[in-house]
């Protein structure tokens, strides 16, 4: 077996290219599976991660109190299936005014309330984010959902509340909890009348499991005791992860790079093999077996392959650094990664693949008897491509240089053919990559309304630039960093309106303006795990000037006595209708029925309505005014200069603000995009450096040849590279119609991940000219994998080339 | 005309040897001269003529063909050198196995830019001349080895070179071809052609070259004039 090593060894050295770029392929590969299989297997690891950590509830249920006895309630904690429950507590809806230290005014907000004495517990485990547990009666802990903060006040009817801390329920039991005296104490003498009860299940994955254990609890307690039940299985779909829109595009390429790295090693080992005839032939010569010889191949490939393998894996996890950083930071689960498995399954099933196709030349060269591997080693004589010469020879008035290259490919039909596969993939990378690019600039634009980029509200007394009033409902940005959507109570006045708009008319620069306002209400329909519903009412001028995208139908009617509306895609889902359906708002005391006539692309987990300020004031009336202005720019009118401006015009009491048109977050997906594209590009300029570095010492004694004749330099440069110069054109143009179509069926995979639909402008992104232009990219990862060894081959001595056999 | 070639305290050594390839080697040739270089295998026989041709660099010396300081020209340059000055005829010929006979005789006059019917005119005239032209459309795999060489050696005229290096022509061929080579090399000779031969065959040197000049471990032993051909 040393023997065996040694010759590999000993092949090594001399094939150092041919290592590196075995190497390099096998790295890429395992790089760009490693991201796919790890994003795939991500889509829903950090819930099910937080799920499992925090003994999540498989089941909520909501018990009527008047019909069930505590110790019924406790009861059906035995009914069949039930591994671990918690509970009762009491629990209740209530209205509650909140303050948030440092800020003026209140936030009026719905809560769901739940007693309970310690974040502990058999189900349902609550980790504090912030603060700590209830330790008296005047204290509360918010969920990380609700608005509000440590510190903040809550008065719910005569109680007033402190809050201690902020915690985190992975399925979002309840807004609020207090401790159960203090619970007692806020509903009164005769109680919440409610309970909540928390299970467990030994069958849980699947919505049938949930029937069939919620039935079994049902059964449990007395008829009509059961008011309501949230599975884990609706949070855990609305809370799914937000790199799950991305792993339809990273598994693209993916498995782009994993087949051209097949093609690539099956090329480059085929290659070696045939490049190293005659030392297999001096091998066998000397005494190697035929498995011996096979086997020394082998390993000759396995050895760079090990490297690239274990190198791409690290690389892997580099690229999916940032996505599991996100990621962790929401479930408060600490540092997620790839997993494990995927660190190991996708290295070793690469190195498989190369050794698979390195198995098939080794062993044809074991077979070989070494008379026969020495005299074709030393001079490997060409069987394929003389018509192809011929021809090109009678076209005498293309300089032959030319000619000589574009004969070329056809002298070894199946390496080019294989090299054409791999070139036509990175080219149809590079199409796919520009759509894509194309595609979510183009979402971010429509969902963050980027065609309005300058924001105008007006600052009550007292408050820092940069701060809002509060006065009305308002959710927190996850992040962390405390935002209050400006709600009901904070409009602006007549006057406020007047200046504002003067002011906007006035400004050079202005296209465009509409007013704003926002309001989020809980909606019939909706399911409890978006939190209710954010409606936007933009009024004053056309809705379709803020550049949100339409997926179909037509925007809203301004006017005043006609009820229409525009919803995202999940909207349309959770309360099952469609556009051109009615439904009705309805909230407290207010019903409004609306024609639904459009729908938003606006993805994501949050429910959207896009109304009227009449329709908003119709449904929620202390939500009805203007909040802000939003201002549309003249072609190269700069935001921040505009906005400079137009604060100086307005003075100090009123707030601008810019949209920078390009969240953190694209650019980072771009980043990625443009980083997974150009690693494919490499790979298959790899090939073309392989194939072209074969070439040319299979016929380095020809190259001296036609040296000796009087080729120069720049003749062997032209020659070599038009030999792949065919090659890239031909790959290139079927790419382009392969890349286009990848496109076409990964952005809708993306948006349906994302929960949405998608609108026409987000599949129709390639120009005429720029497809022309991508044709060219096959020809320009050909040429310029092959100006490595074409300018090795046009700088060596002609001397030194025909002295090789 | 001046010297065809003149070399001039030539040496070549190569990285790593301990010896030099060619060691301060001093000729000269004349035009229309028939010269054969002779020594034994590693002599440095077949490096001299690389170094005339421009396919190869000395580590020093000097070395001119015509007006042409050829040791001094870069890769490109040595090849346009070669296309208008030297025709090359190898021992195991070194004709493209892919491309017909016509299309290897066509081959230095494309590169070098020659108009098409020029080009083709003069490789008919030249296959015509040794005898080859009904083989025009042959590939060599299909040639006897006498043939192949007649392609190289038509090959080689091409463009008229003023000097034509012959490395062991005779030497990939049985003893009845070698002598037909041998032949057509006088007849090139005659009509004006300078001709370097490099041969270790003294009965070749005799019988073809008028001057002899010895190569031994990479210096000049010998340089005789035999005047005797036949």
Redesign the interface.
Known sequence: MSAVFRAARGGLGGRKLQAVIIGLVVLAATAASTLALGMLADAHSPFDHAFASQHGADVAVTADTTKASAAQLSGAARAHGVTAAAGPFATESVTAQLTIPGLNGTITTPLNLVGRSSPGGPVDQLTLQSGHWATSDSQIVLSSTAPGQVGSTVTIGKQVLTVAGVANSVTNTADAWVLPAEMSAIAGPGGTGQAQLLYRFSASATSTDIAGDVGAVTAALPAGAVLGTVSYLDVRQSEQSSVAPWVPFIIAFGVIALVISVLIVVNVVGGAVVAGTTRIGVLKSIGFTPAQVAAAYVLLVAVPAVTGAVAGAVCGNLLAAPLYRENAQVYQVGVLGVPFWVDLAVPLAVLALTVVAAVGPASRAGAMSAVQAIATGRAP??RH??LA??AL?RL??VP??VTLGF?SPA?RPGRTLVTVTAVLFGAAAVTFGVGLATSLNRAYGEIQAAAMPVQVSALPPGLAGGQQAPGGQGKHIKNGKLKVIVGPGARLTAAQRRAITTAISAQPGTLHSVTEATDHLSLPGLSGGHGGAQLTAYGGGDPSWTGLGLISGTWYSQSPGVREIDVNTLFLTDTNTKVGDTYTLANGGHKVTVKIVGEVFQPGNDVNVFLSPSTLSAIDPPAGGVARYDVSLKPGVSPDAYAAGLGAALGDNYDLSTQSGGAKELLAVVALVTMLTLLIVAVAGLGVLNTVALQIRERA??I????????????TLTMIACSVAITGLVAGIIAVPAGVLLHHNVIPAMTHAANSGYPSALISVYSVPEMIGLALAGLLIAVAGALAPASWA??S????A?RTE | MDTVVHLENVTKRYDGAAAPAVADVSLRVEPGEAVAIMGPSGSGKS?LL?LI?????PTSGAVRVGDERVDMLS??G???F??RQVG?I?QFF?L?????VI?NV???A???GVR?REARQRAEELLTALRIAHRRDA?P?RLSGGERQRVAIA?ALA?RPALLLADEPTGAVDSATGDEIGRLLLELNAAGQTLIVVTHSPELARRYARRVVHIADGRVASDTVTGARS
Do not use: C, I, W
């Not at chain 1, 001296?704 to 003749?715: D, S």
């Not at chain 1, 001595?797 to 030194?800: D, E, I, K, P, S």
């Not at chain 2, 493209?96 to 017909?100: F, N, R, S, V």
């Open positions: 004589k060409p491509g003389f010469q011929r020879a005498t008035s032959r240089a004969a002298a004694h020809d001296g040849v036609f040296k000796a004749l009087g080729m120069t330099p720049r003749q046009a700088r001595r002609t001397a030194a025909l | 490096t690389n041709a421009g396919m190869d660099r890769e490109a040595a090849a346009r070669r296309r090359m190898f070194n493209l196995d892919d491309m017909t299309d066509l081959l230095p494309q590169l070098a098409a590939y795999a090959r463009n």
